[in-house]
C-alpha cells in the first residue's frame, strides 16, 4: 500500500509538532525543514485543524501547534483521516470500480483484509512513539527543543 503525499505530508507535520509539543510553529518553518512545498503544507494543516490534531493561532505571534498530546493522536487514525480512499486497487474505490470480474473475484476481499490488517497495526502506534527520539529529530529538522525540568 502507498500512502499519498497529503498523508505523508500531514503525519511529517505532526511529527515536527510533536518534537517540541505545546510549541507553535509555522507552515514556513516546517515546510523548509522537509523541504516541501508550502503550498501544500497548507492544505494539510486545514485539514489536519479540522480533524482537531492541530490548532492555529493566527496573526502575530501565530503558527499552529498540536490539539492534543502526542501520546492522544494514534498513527492509524491519522491514516484513515488523511485519506480520501485507502483502496490498493480499484475494486476498492468507493464506487467499486470497473473491473469485470469484480463480482466473482476473491481478491477484493483479500485486499480489503490486508488493508484492515496494516490500519491495524498502525493504530497499535502513537504520535508519542514516533518521537521517542526527540533530540535527533530536533537536530535534522533544526527546531529548538526546550529541555523539561519535570517541573509542573
Known amino acids: 500500500m502507498k500512502l499519498t503525499l497529503y498523508t505523508d505530508f500531514g503525519l511529517r507535520m505532526l511529527i515536527a509538532l510533536a518534537v517540541s509539543p505545546g ?17 501544500h503544507l497548507v492544505k494539510v494543516v486545514g485539514r489536519l485543524a479540522a480533524l482537531g490534531y492541530v490548532e492555529t493561532l493566527r496573526g502575530k505571534g501565530g503558527g499552529v501547534r498540536l490539539a492534543r498530546r502526542p501520546a492522544q493522536i494514534s498513527i492509524g487514525q491519522v491514516v484513515r483521516d488523511m485519506e480520501a480512499e485507502l483502496g490498493v486497487v480499484e475494486c476498492l474505490e468507493d464506487d467499486g470500480g470497473h473491473c469485470v470480474v469484480a463480482p466473482a473475484c476473491r481478491l477484493k476481499s483479500m485486499l480489503r483484509d490486508a488493508t484492515g490488517k496494516f490500519l491495524a497495526e498502525l493504530d497499535g502506534y502513537t504520535l508519542a512513539e514516533v518521537v521517542t527520539a526527540r533530540a535527533p529529530l530536533a537536530r535534522l529538522l533544526g527546531i529548538p527543543v526546550r529541555i523539561e525540568t519535570g517541573r509542573a
Open 23 to 39: 510549541e507553535r510553529s509555522t507552515v514556513s518553518a516546517v515546510s523548509g525543514a522537509y523541504g516541501i512545498s508550502r503550498h
